[in-house]
């Protein structure tokens, strides 16, 4: 026998449906652009090397050109190591280090899919389950806001200007620095400083190297990053976010005494971006903060440098190719604008429930 409901439970019961139904609905078009990102960000690798090897991107240098050494910057410090090698070796040597922090953030805690298909199911506190699902959402959260500060900024008057030189070797220089510029200023300027304290305050040796990998393990007592203890010692992750904010302002800092063609509009942008890849290897590990620069160096430039090499498209066009273009709504709008909105508010629940949820 049917249960009686009023008319207006009745409405109130289908009113939630509807919620529901268009909730779902929006966690599953949000997950295929993820899944579209993701294999954009594969498909770079092979499109990056196809640039520097068979098109002709540049007319003075090419892939066997020399280079003689790397610049190390450590805060603001430039350190040469000398290495002989050619543009093209190096390019692919880096792209082996970056498909390696991608396969093992993909696989790390829930997996990649695993998280993607909680999200959907369970809410989007599964997608900061897997490190590779938390980067990519900090990747188009931190593209949109830096893309609309970046509006606002040039139509104040405060430009970012550009990075000038030769194609081929910019391009080098954009894939280079991921790596070269997360060790000099986030493992150096954070994790070394964590590991030091670590070590000097009764932790073990060991938690102490991981601190300089991951530093939230210096104060977290479990290692889960789905259900994360509090913390044991909450001195130490005051000292972890001072760092951040003091080498976030150092990386904007550095940006604009670079002499590469940045203008002082990119002492902001930079120093924000340094918040958020901080954030990412406090939490997630150095990996995670060396994909997100990637993400924003490497995967937002090289279908445009492709567009050059093959059709004399400037790298720096406001419209570029197809292609191009393609990617860079994908990442600022279909991904940016959801995942921004996620981190909103992700960090506006956190404030209103203390510690609470998976943000360390």
């Not at 203890?229 to 550095?254: C, D, H, I, K, Q």
């Not at 954030?279 to 995967?299: E, M, Q």
């Given at each position: 026998?049917?249960?009686?409901?009023s008319?207006?439970?009745?409405?109130v019961?289908?009113?939630?449906?509807?919620?529901?139904a268009?909730?779902?609905?929006l966690a599953k078009?949000?997950?295929?652009?993820?899944?579209?990102t993701l294999?954009l960000m594969?498909v770079?690798?092979?499109v990056?090397?196809?640039?520097?090897?068979y098109t002709?991107?540049?007319?003075?240098?090419?892939?066997?050109?020399?280079?003689?050494?790397?610049?190390?910057?450590v805060?603001?410090?430039?350190?040469?190591?000398?290495?002989?090698?050619?543009?093209?070796?190096?390019?692919v040597?880096?792209?082996i280090?970056?498909?390696?922090?991608?396969?093992?953030?993909?696989?790390q805690?829930?997996g990649?899919?695993?998280?993607?298909?909680?999200?959907?199911?369970g809410?989007?506190?599964a997608?900061?389950?897997?490190?590779l699902?938390?980067?990519?959402?900090?990747?188009?959260?931190?593209?949109?806001?830096?893309?609309v500060?970046?509006?606002?900024?040039?139509?104040?008057?405060?430009?970012t200007?550009?990075?000038?030189?030769?194609?081929?070797y910019?391009?080098?220089?954009?894939?280079?620095?991921?790596?070269?510029e997360?060790f000099?200023?986030?493992?150096?300027?954070?994790?070394?400083?964590?590991?030091?304290?670590a070590?000097?305050?009764?932790r073990?040796?060991?938690?102490?190297?991981r601190a300089?990998?991951r530093?939230?393990?210096?104060?977290?007592?479990?290692?889960?990053v789905?259900t994360?203890s509090?913390?044991a010692y909450?001195?130490?992750?005051?000292?972890a976010y001072?760092l951040?904010?003091?080498?976030s302002?150092?990386f904007?800092?550095?940006?604009?005494?670079?002499?590469s063609?940045?203008?002082a509009?990119?002492?902001?942008?930079?120093s924000?971006a340094?918040?958020?890849l901080?954030?990412?290897?406090?939490?997630?590990?150095?990996?995670?903060s060396?994909?997100?620069?990637?993400?924003?160096?490497?995967?937002?430039?090289a279908y445009?440098?492709l567009?050059?090499?093959?059709?004399?498209?400037?790298?720096?066009s406001?419209?570029?190719?197809s292609?191009?273009?393609?990617?860079?709504?994908?990442?600022?709008?279909a991904l940016?604008?959801?995942?921004?909105m996620?981190?909103?508010y992700?960090?506006?629940k956190?404030?209103?429930?203390g510690?609470?949820?998976s943000?360390?």
């Amino acid at each position: 026998m049917r249960k009686y409901q009023s008319p207006r439970a009745e409405t109130v019961d289908l009113e939630q449906t509807k919620r529901d139904a268009a909730g779902i609905i929006l966690a599953k078009s949000f997950a295929v652009i993820i899944v579209l990102t993701l294999i954009l960000m594969v498909v770079s690798f092979p499109v990056g090397i196809y640039t520097v090897f068979y098109t002709n991107l540049s007319n003075s240098t090419a892939y066997s050109s020399s280079i003689h050494g790397i610049v190390l910057l450590v805060a603001l410090v430039p350190f040469k190591i000398p290495v002989e090698t050619s543009v093209g070796t190096a390019f692919v040597a880096f792209l082996i280090v970056y498909a390696v922090f991608f396969t093992i953030a993909a696989l790390q805690r829930v997996g990649i899919l695993s998280s993607i298909r909680q999200f959907v199911s369970g809410g989007q506190d599964a997608l900061f389950r897997n490190p590779l699902s938390a980067t990519v959402i900090m990747l188009g959260a931190m593209t949109f806001g830096l893309t609309v500060l970046d509006i606002a900024q040039t139509r104040g008057g405060l430009p970012t200007g550009q990075l000038t030189g030769d194609p081929l070797y910019l391009f080098l220089g954009i894939t280079m620095a991921p790596l070269t510029e997360e060790f000099g200023f986030r493992f150096t300027l954070i994790g070394v400083p964590v590991f030091l304290v670590a070590l000097t305050s009764s932790r073990s040796v060991r938690t102490a190297v991981r601190a300089m990998w991951r530093p939230s393990a210096a104060w977290h007592r479990g290692e889960s990053v789905q259900t994360p203890s509090p913390p044991a010692y909450p001195l130490m992750r005051v000292f972890a976010y001072v760092l951040l904010v003091l080498s976030s302002l150092v990386f904007g800092l550095a940006h604009y005494l670079s002499n590469s063609g940045w203008d002082a509009g990119k002492v902001s942008q930079a120093s924000i971006a340094g918040v958020a890849l901080a954030y990412l290897y406090i939490r997630y590990g150095f990996h995670t903060s060396v994909l997100l620069h990637w993400g924003v160096n490497y995967f937002g430039t090289a279908y445009a440098f492709l567009g050059q090499g093959l059709w004399n498209i400037p790298w720096t066009s406001d419209t570029g190719s197809s292609l191009s273009l393609f990617v860079a709504v994908v990442i600022i709008l279909a991904l940016g604008v959801p995942s921004f909105m996620t981190y909103v508010y992700k960090f506006l629940k956190r404030g209103s429930l203390g510690t609470g949820g998976s943000i360390t």
